[in-house]
């Protein structure tokens, strides 16, 4: 089934040379060989990574406009979804697409990961919270591969540290809240943790600029925009011995190697586990990417526990898609704190 009712064309942003701009693009002509699926995106969050792909700084992969929760429209193959369904979009799984900051997202791949990009949304979810599924689904899984170093089933009486305070580190913190650590999330500058405070996301007693006046952690997660030398010494000096610390935050490829051969990249993408000799101390570290269908699962049940994960509160502001290309220069030549979450509504 292919939907007749589409219009030739549709709106949606592109990423020139100059700038992202939004153009009126012709709709895709049908191809009848490959499996094919048609989105209208309701909400989708702007992300660091799209900020990142307006800089053309990204270069591994290119996601832009992937936190989608929109309306499934039809697709020429068996799918289980219905009329009225919702989806999300799991990025991480290999299906042709074009953005998410358009009126609609066209895709094609195989029938299994069309199905598997695209997973459901309970129907008991706002879409200003289904929004959050992939990057919780992303602190899901980092959390999970710290339980998993550190050898447990949940931080009941641990010390957890997140460094560095964005969307990232903040999921990240909530979800180990919720197993039960002592979270203390650090960040460089002050003015992000107070938002953090009076959006009552966490409390003062969790928070820290000061790297200093945390010690003795079990596991540290490191957030951060980017992975360097002096955010790889900030994660380590607090841990206890045999501690775990869990890169998650940017890496590139030959671009993130410190002391000499410590290759960052390669430790979180291809999430490998080494010991590490810090002063008299052992630790391991470990690198933690993307998601697996169970995160995406797990993200839905968590976006449901409400009192647990406020994550409205993270919503700065709502704009339109003629508004975004507008929006996103803003963010990327600092004219406006990245702070909390953007979203656009189609
Ligand atoms: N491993 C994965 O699977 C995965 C999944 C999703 C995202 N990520 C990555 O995680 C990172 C964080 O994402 P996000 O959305 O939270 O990004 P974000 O908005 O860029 O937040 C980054 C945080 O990094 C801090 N920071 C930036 N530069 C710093 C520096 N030089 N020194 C100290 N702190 C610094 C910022 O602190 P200030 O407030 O002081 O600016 C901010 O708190 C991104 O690079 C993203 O690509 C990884």
């Given at each position: 089934m292919w939907p007749g009712s589409l219009p030739s064309s549709y709106k949606v942003v592109k990423l020139a040379q100059g700038g992202p701009i939004l153009e009126e693009q012709a709709v895709p002509i049908f191809d009848?060989?490959?499996c094919s699926m048609v989105i209208r995106p309701a909400l989708v969050g702007i992300c660091r990574s799209d900020l990142r792909e307006v800089t053309r700084e990204r270069v591994t992969r290119h996601d832009f406009g992937?936190?989608?929760v929109g309306k499934f429209i039809g697709a020429n193959f068996p799918v289980p979804y219905n009329a009225s369904s919702m989806v999300c979009l799991d990025p991480h799984v290999t299906i042709s697409r074009t953005s998410g900051f358009g009126e609609y997202v066209f895709s094609s791949g195989s029938s299994e990961h069309l199905i598997s990009a695209f997973p459901e949304c309970p129907g008991s979810l706002e879409d200003y919270r289904a929004v959050f599924m992939e990057p919780l689904a992303c602190a899901y899984h980092a959390i999970n591969r710290l339980k998993t170093a550190l050898d447990v089933k949940d931080f009941t009486r641990l010390n957890i540290g997140i460094v560095g305070a964005g969307n990232a580190g903040t999921l990240i913190g909530l979800i180990a809240k919720h197993f039960g650590a002592n979270v203390?999330?650090?960040?460089?500058?002050?003015?992000?943790?107070l938002y953090l405070l009076t959006n009552h996301i966490f409390e003062k007693e969790e928070l820290f600029t000061e790297p200093g006046k945390v010690t003795k952690l079990d596991g540290v997660v490191l957030a951060t925009t980017w992975l360097d030398e002096a955010i790889f010494s900030w994660g380590l000096n607090p841990l206890r011995d045999e501690g775990v610390l869990l890169l998650f935050g940017g890496t590139s490829p030959n671009r993130t190697i410190i002391r000499q051969s410590l290759d960052l990249d390669d430790i979180r993408r291809n999430q490998k586990e080494l010991f590490y000799k810090?002063?008299?101390?052992?630790v391991r570290i470990c690198g933690t990417y993307g998601v697996e269908p169970q995160d995406v699962r797990e993200s839905f049940n968590l976006l449901h526990l409400r009192k647990a994960f406020p994550v409205e509160r993270l919503i700065v502001?709502?704009?339109t898609l003629?508004?975004?290309?507008?929006?996103l220069r803003t963010l990327v030549t600092g004219k406006k704190p990245?702070?909390?979450?953007?979203l656009v509504r189609m």
């Amino acid at each position: 089934m292919w939907p007749g009712s589409l219009p030739s064309s549709y709106k949606v942003v592109k990423l020139a040379q100059g700038g992202p701009i939004l153009e009126e693009q012709a709709v895709p002509i049908f191809d009848e060989k490959n499996c094919s699926m048609v989105i209208r995106p309701a909400l989708v969050g702007i992300c660091r990574s799209d900020l990142r792909e307006v800089t053309r700084e990204r270069v591994t992969r290119h996601d832009f406009g992937h936190e989608i929760v929109g309306k499934f429209i039809g697709a020429n193959f068996p799918v289980p979804y219905n009329a009225s369904s919702m989806v999300c979009l799991d990025p991480h799984v290999t299906i042709s697409r074009t953005s998410g900051f358009g009126e609609y997202v066209f895709s094609s791949g195989s029938s299994e990961h069309l199905i598997s990009a695209f997973p459901e949304c309970p129907g008991s979810l706002e879409d200003y919270r289904a929004v959050f599924m992939e990057p919780l689904a992303c602190a899901y899984h980092a959390i999970n591969r710290l339980k998993t170093a550190l050898d447990v089933k949940d931080f009941t009486r641990l010390n957890i540290g997140i460094v560095g305070a964005g969307n990232a580190g903040t999921l990240i913190g909530l979800i180990a809240k919720h197993f039960g650590a002592n979270v203390s999330l650090m960040n460089r500058g002050a003015d992000r943790l107070l938002y953090l405070l009076t959006n009552h996301i966490f409390e003062k007693e969790e928070l820290f600029t000061e790297p200093g006046k945390v010690t003795k952690l079990d596991g540290v997660v490191l957030a951060t925009t980017w992975l360097d030398e002096a955010i790889f010494s900030w994660g380590l000096n607090p841990l206890r011995d045999e501690g775990v610390l869990l890169l998650f935050g940017g890496t590139s490829p030959n671009r993130t190697i410190i002391r000499q051969s410590l290759d960052l990249d390669d430790i979180r993408r291809n999430q490998k586990e080494l010991f590490y000799k810090h002063k008299s101390q052992s630790v391991r570290i470990c690198g933690t990417y993307g998601v697996e269908p169970q995160d995406v699962r797990e993200s839905f049940n968590l976006l449901h526990l409400r009192k647990a994960f406020p994550v409205e509160r993270l919503i700065v502001d709502i704009v339109t898609l003629d508004d975004l290309c507008g929006l996103l220069r803003t963010l990327v030549t600092g004219k406006k704190p990245f702070w909390g979450k953007y979203l656009v509504r189609m």
